[in-house]
């Protein structure tokens, strides 16, 4: 398993679909403040988003998608003005409404067990494709009409498919803007072929003794090149990812399986349940028999 489907898969993400309608008339949304990664993909029609950090809104058309990782401030809206300050938000669309209509799917993303999430943490305040980007996406365009059917049929199951998705539509986005990125940080290691598959070896084998010279082998480099490029685009040392890492999944383990610690400490990669315990203790605060009575 590559190193992005780890950190999805153990770190449990789900979509949920919060909002679908057609919007015509005077209208205008706001989902910040939610403390929940948010997106808004435009099925049809057109609309204006609003940022803070912009002077002038951006112009929305059928196909753009725009997420929010970090529930940064914003307003969706009929119109290129800003709406008033009492101007009422997040009505239900209105059907007799006139006007340009505007068609959105409004949802959130969120990692059910994230005491640490590397990814999350290095995406920046929001993401935007434009519809005439999507080719570059696998299935993006797809996905939007599978969104638009199955909202619009309402068949059994629908709020399942739907939030599946929205899932897979999120490990689109998180796929494309790795792939894409120009910058440092840790999205440019996940993009490294060298720091990534160290990553990938760490993520894949955590109960392996790895040392910075094992990691430097599996990356193709020399210790001290490794570190320092690890260093560099991680911000993390490769010792300290490594702890970092296992301690968000025994944590996870601990709290949600109720493993026991001795299964936990073994699979972390210590021989010594003591050793384990110390090092958990020391990074969330309290020990790994408290972690198994919190879930």
């Given at each position: ?127 935007f494709i434009r519809y005439e980007e999507s080719n570059t996406l696998p299935l993006m365009e797809t996905l939007g009409k599978f969104?638009q059917y199955e909202l619009d049929a309402d068949n059994i199951g629908v709020d399942l498919v739907v939030d599946k998705l929205s ?129």
């Open positions: 398993m590559d190193v992005l489907s780890n950190i999805l898969s153990a770190l449990h993400l789900h979509a949920r679909v919060f909002s679908h309608g057609c919007y015509r008339g005077e209208w205008a949304l706001d989902t910040s403040g939610e403390k929940r990664t948010t997106f808004h993909l435009l099925i049809r029609g057109s609309c204006w988003l609003h940022l803070p950090e912009q002077k002038e809104p951006i112009a929305l058309s059928g196909g753009d998608l725009i997420v929010f990782p970090h529930d940064a401030a914003h307003i969706l809206s009929n119109s290129p003005q800003l709406p008033k300050a009492d101007f009422p938000l997040n009505l239900p669309a209105d059907p007799a409404a006139e006007g340009v209509a505007a068609t959105l799917v409004c949802g959130y993303f969120h990692f059910e067990r994230c005491a640490w999430n590397p990814l999350l943490e290095a995406l920046p305040e929001w993401i969104l899932e897979i539509l999120f490990i689109n986005v998180v796929r494309r803007f790795v792939k894409d990125y120009e910058g440092g940080g840790y999205i440019a290691a996940l993009a490294d072929k060298q720091i990534g598959k160290a990553l990938s070896a760490v993520h894949q084998n955590l109960q392996e003794k790895w040392s910075v010279e094992s990691l430097a082998q599996v990356a193709g480099m020399s210790r001290s090149s490794f570190a320092e490029k690890f260093v560099k685009l991680t911000g993390h040392t490769p010792m300290n990812y490594l702890t970092k890492w296992r301690m968000t999944i025994a944590q996870e383990r601990l709290v949600h399986e109720k493993e026991s610690v001795v299964a936990v400490a073994e699979a972390s990669g210590y021989q010594s349940e003591a050793a384990f315990s110390k090092t958990f203790k020391k990074h969330f605060g309290y020990g790994p028999g408290a972690a198994r009575k919190r879930g």
